[in-house]
Nanobody, 124 residues
Framework: QVQLVESGGGSVQAGDSLTLSCSVSGISVRSAECMGWFRQAPHKGRDWVASLFSRTGTRRVVSSVGGRFTIAQDESRNTLDLQMSDLKPEDTGTYYC????????????????WGQGTQVTVSS
């Protein structure tokens, strides 16, 4: 019954900001013990970007983005959002939203539901 649909991707210039949204159906975003964002650059593997662990309210973002990304849940819209600023070409890729109904520490293997992805292209 859980469905995740990403939106908000697009083509932007380096230094621009962009907010991605993951529309969640089937459950409240707060009912999932962990939700996160992953990205996959062309010809590369999928990498973890950010996560929100609802049991403790812990928010984590991959250190490589240098504080430029923020993850948040919007209960009014039932979405998981990724706010990105000062985008760089290396941020280019397909961004995926994921959810784990049960989670101990937001480990990647715990995510059971995934969206189809939204493309982000950052040009220099």
């Amino acid at each position: 019954q859980v469905q995740l649909v990403e939106s908000g991707g697009g083509s932007v210039q380096a230094g621009d900001s962009l907010t991605l949204s993951c529309s969640v159906s089937g459950i409240s975003v707060r009912s999932a013990e962990c939700m996160g964002w992953f990205r996959q650059a062309p010809h590369k593997g999928r990498d973890w970007v950010a996560s929100l662990f609802s049991r403790t309210g812990t928010r984590r973002v991959v250190s490589s983005v240098g504080g430029r990304f923020t993850i948040a849940q919007d209960e009014s819209r039932n979405t998981l959002d990724l706010q990105m600023s000062d985008l760089k070409p290396e941020d280019t890729g397909t961004y995926y939203c994921a959810a784990a109904l049960r989670s101990e520490d937001c480990a990647e293997m715990e995510y059971r539901y995934w969206g189809q992805g939204t493309q982000v292209t950052v040009s220099s």
